[in-house]
């Protein structure tokens, strides 16, 4: 297979990519890979992503609507009332001064009205008459005043929200060409984990089998309960059986486990028996500098990705969020994160020639970021108090009162972030 990124027998003393580069590296390769643009009804695009601008049909609103109860009136008053109209009705127009028709807000507003008077400051006289005094300025919706027909409202890459699948309706789409959530797959490497029960007798409870599908959801894919499997033997063969199969149905595969060149770590061996190309294999990050990312293309032509994500269940999540979140940015057609900053309250030591991903609690009132405490590589107890982590540069350490960038941990959908 001919690509121009590294091949999958790359030697293992090639140097880590660094951690700014893998992440570019990564969502470029999403990007060139995103999925089909499709059509779909507005009632299934919650989750999906704008494959085309969003643009208006009409101009919104499409005819002058009452913003108020009241009276639509011609002329100086008081006005004869010659009629009523509601919202949903095409009204006569209003030809002879002095004549008024009842009108409900978001009704059409006749033509040849020169005021709308509110309900609320009018009168009747005794003859039945309308009397009052309009105010200024207009009481109505111009056309337009919201967006003029053709007008761009989003731009390709946008996610669908519901407030979206609404400003569509009210523009007119029944349908709307979207890129697809992806679908992601899980395999579980290592015969020293459990998956029930506490740990003993030197087998350690498995962290990552839970965890990762709920992550991936929270990053927009899909997965299935049946795309989780594991944990896979630790065999070669067995190895390549669940990795072949798992690409048959996902966009991407993540692994846990394996990516070193140990005994017993298959992936390397597998991803090359499978004619995998890495994009990414190894980064200068620490926690989690062995993750990796390597590059399928199956016989029907379909590009499929798999990330290799450390068995160290920190360094597994530094994992998604330096790997697979730029990568499923760039898969959905959506723009490169761009990650917000936060004034360091405490010191965090650098990690010399590697980037330092180091969990940090956050203050959102004073924009402040603080380390937490049980943050091995092995451990998951800093995590569960942790918002994201700060990017503390190579060759450098973070000082009270440095502004950091900070890679967020995943939303749960409809959250928005800090």
């Known amino acids: 297979m001919s690509t121009d990124t590294a091949s999958a027998v790359e030697p293992a003393e090639a140097p880590p990519a660094g951690w700014e580069e893998a992440r570019a590296r990564v969502y470029a390769v999403g990007l060139s890979a995103a999925l089909p643009a499709v059509s779909r009804p507005l009632a299934e695009l919650d989750g999906h992503t704008l494959a085309e601008p969003l643009t208006t049909r009409t101009a919104l609103p499409a005819f002058p609507t009452s913003s108020v109860d009241g009276w639509a009136v011609r002329g100086t008053g008081p006005w004869q009332v010659v009629g009523r109209v509601l ?15 009842e009108i409900a807000t978001g009704a059409m507003v006749p033509e040849g009205t020169t005021a709308v008077l509110r309900v609320e ?46 400003l569509a309706a ?31 007798d030197g087998r350690v409870r498995d962290a990552l089998g839970p965890a990762v599908p709920a992550w991936l959801r929270r990053y927009g894919c899909q997965v299935r309960p049946a795309d989780v499997v594991g944990p896979v033997a630790d065999t070669l063969p067995a190895h390549v059986a669940a990795l072949r199969s798992a690409l048959t149905g996902a966009d991407l595969v993540c692994t846990t486990g394996g990516t070193m060149h140990g005994p017993v770590d298959h992936l390397h061996p597998t991803l090359a028996a499978l004619g995998a190309d890495y994009v990414v294999n190894t980064v200068a990050v620490r926690p989690g500098f062995p993750m990796l990312l390597a590059r399928l293309v199956g016989d029907d032509g379909r590009v499929r990705f798999v990330a290799g994500l450390p068995g160290n269940p920190q360094s597994a999540v530094v994992a998604l969020v330096s790997l697979v979140a730029p990568l499923l940015a760039g898969l959905r057609g959506r723009p490169m994160p761009v990650l917000p900053h936060a004034t360091l309250a405490e010191p965090i030591p650098g990690r010399g020639e590697y980037t330092h991903l180091a969990l940090v609690r956050l203050d959102r009132v004073a924009g402040t970021a603080h380390p937490v405490r049980h943050v091995g590589s092995a451990m998951l107890r800093g995590l569960a108090g942790a918002d994201g982590f700060a990017v503390v540069r190579p060759g450098t350490s973070g000082q009270p009162g440095d502004r950091v960038p900070v890679v967020p941990l995943p939303l749960l959908p409809g959250e928005r972030a800090w």
């Open 87 to 101: 919202a949903g009705g095409r009204p006569d127009p209003l030809t002879d001064d002095g004549t008024t028709v």
């Open 121 to 166: 400051e009018s009168t009747r006289t005794a003859d039945g008459l309308v009397a009052g005094t309009p105010r200024p300025a207009p009481e109505w919706r111009e056309p337009g005043e919201e967006a003029y027909a053709g007008e761009e409202l989003l731009p390709a890459g946008t996610p669908v929200d519901p407030a979206l699948i609404g």
């Open 170 to 200: 009210s523009c007119g789409h029944d349908t709307l060409r979207v890129r697809r959530p992806p679908r992601a797959a899980l395999l579980v490497f290592g015969d020293e984990l459990l998956t029930q029960g506490p740990p003993a």
